[in-house]
């Protein structure tokens, strides 16, 4: 078969794939505002560290427990109409936090208890939104699909985390927060018109849904020995992100706009990656995507550095966004590749449920770290966790030599 010469028109000309582009887009939109808008509200009102922890870690603590059965529901019912729902709920809350912010009556408490109902619509969205592509988009296409959705999304986080720092220095967190609310409202407006029908029943019990995706995420040790290693990276990564980097930035640099800056440079790492990621081919997929994750280690690093440089831990942003985006390019397409549909949505609950599993504890733990001990061994420790977290996970044959579907067909 010849290839494609241009993958990047054939796949946006499928109308469902521009409705699920747009609504990504927008919803990635709120998404770089919201976590610049929380920290720097949060400090506005009197709020620590320790504040911030409490409040990002209680949407992954709502999150996980209902990872599962987002999954087991997205094999069973409409995926787009569960990623409506939670979308929805998505903007309430944001729309719900803005009032908090405006109206000065913002605490710990009851921010903490909005990111709770946050976390748990977003449960079941994370599944039911790793699932779609291979209903919408044939086999051949699905890398380039993948590209462009992380391009996207990762334009619309930068547009989001430079606006949400002009915002919150203006006009103030509420109104971040406000923005928020609208964008994934219109989100959930442009996948409830996407209409994919349910996948069709096995006639299983939730429960025994559940334990059927926990065979067939366990059944792959390459799926098993990635995920493990994400859970303990990416508490790491949320660590600094959503609460070292803050701190820093309000300790030493110019606050919001600093970081918003810093955030924007880090999704602008995560296009460039997105174009890298157009190109790749790869006879080894996750060897590559494994190798890409020791860039994670860039942004704490730079930050302990550089104390006090805006560009240069901007360029650390930058490193990490391309590793993360190369990565999610390569791995969401190897999975999608190598797992049956029927149990696709429940496998990326496992997925994700082992990757966030540890982001609530470490988000926590590093709002308290960094009043226990200095901001910068806080930095050096999420650093070398990484780090010895993906050089361990190199180790592991099934990983370094599992090959990408296409070296497979090319040698039939």
């Avoid at 939670?86 to 903007?91: F, I, L, P, T, Y």
């Avoid at 967190?173 to 996407?194: D, E, Y």
């Avoid at 006639?203 to 792959?220: D, L, P, V």
Wanted: positive net charge; glycine residues 8%; aromatic residues 10%.
């Amino acid at each position: 078969m010849k290839n494609n010469p241009n993958p990047i028109i054939d796949v946006l000309k499928i109308p469902k794939f521009r409705r699920l582009i747009a609504a990504r887009f927008l919803a990635l939109l709120g998404n770089g505002i919201a976590p610049v808008a929380l920290a720097f509200g949060i400090l506005a009102t009197g709020g620590s560290g320790a504040s911030i922890g409490i409040v990002v870690a209680a949407r992954g603590f709502a999150l996980l427990p209902g990872l599962l059965f987002g999954g087991a529901l997205a094999d069973r019912f409409s995926r787009t109409s569960i990623m409506a729902w939670s979308d929805s709920v998505a903007g309430l809350s944001a729309l719900a936090t803005a009032y908090l912010f405006v109206s000065g009556s913002a605490e710990t408490w009851n921010l903490a208890a909005i990111q709770l109902l946050n976390g748990a619509a977003a449960s079941f969205f994370i599944p039911a939104s790793q699932s779609v592509m291979p209903m919408i988009v044939p086999a051949e296409k699905r890398q380039a699909a993948n590209s462009l959705m992380s391009l996207s999304m990762q334009l619309g986080v930068i547009i989001g985390a430079t606006g949400a720092g002009l915002i919150v220095a203006n006009l103030g967190a509420g109104w971040a927060m406000s923005v928020n609310a609208l964008t994934f409202l219109l989100s959930a407006l442009l996948i409830s018109r996407m209409l994919l029908p349910a996948i069709a029943s096995t006639g299983e019990s939730m429960f025994q849904s559940i334990r059927t995706g926990w065979r067939e995420f366990y059944s792959r040790r390459w799926v098993f020995i990635v995920v493990l290693q994400f859970m303990v990276i990416m508490a790491a990564v949320y660590a600094t992100l959503n609460v070292l980097g803050p701190l820093a930035a309000d300790l030493h640099l110019d606050g919001a706009t600093s970081w918003g800056f810093i955030l924007s440079a880090n999704s602008l790492g995560y296009v460039l990656g997105g174009f890298i990621a157009l190109r790749i081919r790869t006879k080894y997929p996750l060897r590559t995507a494994v190798f890409m994750t020791l860039l994670f280690a860039a942004p704490s690093i730079f930050l302990a550095i550089a104390t006090g440089n805006t560009w240069i831990i901007a360029l650390g942003a930058v490193i990490n966004g391309v590793g993360a985006t190369v990565f999610n390019v390569l791995w969401d397409t190897t999975v999608q590749e190598r797992v049956p549909p029927q149990y696709l949505s429940r496998v990326a609950s496992y997925d994700a449920l082992g990757s966030l599993a540890a982001v609530p504890i470490g988000t926590a733990a590093a709002g308290f770290l960094s009043e226990a001990i200095s901001l910068d061994v806080a930095l050096w420790i999420c650093s070398a966790v990484i780090i010895v977290s993906g050089v361990i996970t190199l180790c592991f044959r099934e990983v370094r030599t599992l090959t990408s579907e296409e070296e497979n067909l090319s040698k039939t």
